[in-house]
């Protein structure tokens, strides 16, 4: 792994799950992570209610985009996090790949999102300590 690890968070649209995770890891790790977020078949616009759940614990990612996976940004990332994309995602020797269980908050209302959003916060901290990075929030 190089000196700042690249993580990529995959998820279907990469409008939820994905652009969650990728907002809690940038706020919590600073400039330490390169952090990527992209999705097997983009979504046009981020989750309103993902983003209505991280403003409520301080993280915008309402400036967010979906982005399309393309192989080489698989390939030249450290760690790669799939939620739900299946096989989707192509597999490159050398990185380090993790599937998190989460539920898909598209369609549910802000009282479903926040368990989802706390497991996701839980999981990123993690994969932070893990990774030997100091938290910096």
């Not at 790669?80 to 989460?102: E, H, N, Q, S």
């Not at 839980?122 to 932070?128: D, E, F, G, K």
Request: charged share 20%; aromatic share 4%; net charge negative.
């Amino acid at each position: 792994m190089t000196s700042k690890p690249s993580v990529l968070f995959v998820c279907v649209h990469n409008a939820g799950r994905s652009q969650m995770a990728a907002g809690f890891l940038a706020h919590l790790a600073g400039d330490a992570i390169e952090v990527r977020s992209a999705g097997s078949t983009p979504a046009s616009a981020v989750n309103p209610v993902a983003v209505a759940a991280m403003a409520e614990v301080g993280i915008d990612i309402a400036d967010q985009t979906p982005k399309i996976l393309a192989p080489s940004t698989v390939e030249s990332s450290d760690v790669v996090i799939t939620m739900g994309c299946g096989d989707a995602c192509p597999y490159f020797p050398g990185v380090t790949y993790r599937d998190w269980k989460l539920d898909d908050p598209a369609g549910k209302d802000i009282d479903t999102v926040r368990p989802i959003r706390e497991q996701i916060e839980h999981q990123v901290r993690s994969l932070i300590t893990e990774l030997g990075i100091a938290l910096t929030a």
